[in-house]
């Protein structure tokens, strides 16, 4: 078997996050109660410095490589990112003296591109899926000499990722249903871990576009599989596959994990308007789709619970507003 990240695993993630990440807050959203019926909470990662969950993992990585050279010195990280992990990377690695480089899609939002640099890290634009950049990326590090830190397929990225399950077990220890979204599986299978870690029962589901249902796929297939295209206004979601790992663990944990929902890119963008409006939340399309599955009905699952949607950045254009009107 695969290793798992483990309990001792995120309590360290959790201690080294102290001073670093924030310990956002877990917010009621009375919109959000009336369409479900029971009470429906947000998880705010959007409030992170770098304005997404990502931090937690990326510093968790570099700083436990840090600690790994035993005082040798590092060339620097790179990383493959469509935005917010590269941001996290560049931050952390600001943070701890090193040298970034964040290889990026031709097609990234310029908010994500000027958030990375504003962190300290170099950008590479190269082609437009995750494979594209993971090739460029394995290309650089390994003619300088860097240190990769991957997106989510990571024991120490999932690590990171767990303490959003952990503070929602410490914040709502009654919690019945939570909703993560999926891109390649890093965020869920941290909260499946943090929940599991915590010992309270909640049940975890995992919300992904419908251009870019690899999960799904995963699931009826028994294992990751490559989808041979994605598409999404959801530009955080687009991996061809979910992660081998980050399967692993949600794998293992299939009596809290309960599989995955789809959402459109309508329902999404209805959600980035009424976090933003209703609940005075501003999300990316990314971060919007827990709430776009409550909205189309996706997460009705006959509980009673409440129910928590993690808010996972924060991030947006403000183009994607222009000519707009809200809900």
Same mark, same amino acid.
Request: charged residues 20%; proline residues 6%; glycine residues 14%.
């Given at each position: 078997m695969a290793p798992i990240v483990t309990p001792d695993d995120v309590r360290d993630a959790a201690r080294g996050l102290q001073g670093v990440a924030v310990r956002t807050p877990l917010t009621p959203a009375p919109p959000l109660t009336e369409v479900a019926g029971r009470p429906v909470y947000l998880k705010c990662e959007s409030l992170q410095p770098v304005g997404a969950f990502k931090v937690r993992g990326a510093y968790t990585a570099v700083r436990r490589l840090v600690e790994r050279s035993g005082g040798q010195p590092i060339p620097g990280v790179i990383t493959y990112s @469509?935005?917010?992990?590269?941001? %996290?990377?560049?931050? %952390? %690695? +600001?943070? /701890?003296?090193?040298?970034?480089?964040?290889?990026? *899609?031709?097609? %990234?939002? +310029?908010?994500k591109i000027e958030g990375? &640099?504003?962190?300290?890290?170099?950008?590479? /634009?190269?082609?437009?899926?995750?494979? $594209?950049? &993971?090739?460029? @990326?394995?290309e650089i590090a390994e003619q300088e000499g860097l240190a990769t830190i991957p !997106?989510? $397929?990571?024991? $120490?990225?999932?690590?990171? +990722?767990?303490?959003?399950g952990l503070e929602i077990a410490e914040q709502l220890p009654e919690a019945a249903l939570v909703a993560?979204?999926?891109g390649?599986?890093? /965020?869920?299978?941290?909260?499946?871990?943090?929940?599991?870690?915590?010992?309270?029962p909640a049940a975890v589901v995992g919300v992904e576009p419908v251009g870019a249902a690899k999960l799904s796929a995963a699931l009826a297939a028994g294992q990751p599989v490559r989808l041979?295209?994605?598409g999404s206004i959801?530009?955080? =979601? =687009? !991996?061809l596959s979910i992660g081998a790992i980050t399967f692993a663990h949600l794998m293992a944990y299939r009596g809290r994990f309960r599989g995955a929902v789809t959402v459109a890119d309508d329902s999404i963008r209805q959600a980035v308007h009424l976090l933003r409006d209703r609940c005075r939340l501003v999300a990316e399309p990314s971060g919007a789709a827990t709430t776009a599955a409550l909205l189309s009905g996706a997460l009705a699952d006959g509980g009673v619970g !409440?129910?928590? /949607?993690?808010?996972?950045?924060?991030?947006?254009? *403000?183009a994607f507003f222009e000519g707009q009107t809200g809900t």
């Open positions: @469509s935005g917010n992990h590269g941001q %996290a990377v560049a931050f %952390a %690695a +600001q943070r /701890l003296h090193l040298r970034a480089v964040i290889v990026m *899609p031709e097609t %990234a939002p +310029q908010i990375v &640099k504003r962190w300290g890290g170099e950008v590479v /634009l190269a082609g437009r899926t995750s494979e $594209d950049r &993971k090739a460029r @990326s394995d !997106p989510f $397929d990571h024991l $120490d990225v999932i690590a990171g +990722q767990a303490t959003v993560a979204p999926v390649g599986g890093g /965020l869920l299978a941290g909260v499946v871990v943090g929940l599991e870690a915590a010992g309270v041979e295209r994605t959801a530009d955080g =979601l =687009l !991996p !409440p129910v928590v /949607l993690v808010v996972s950045g924060g991030n947006v254009d *403000p």
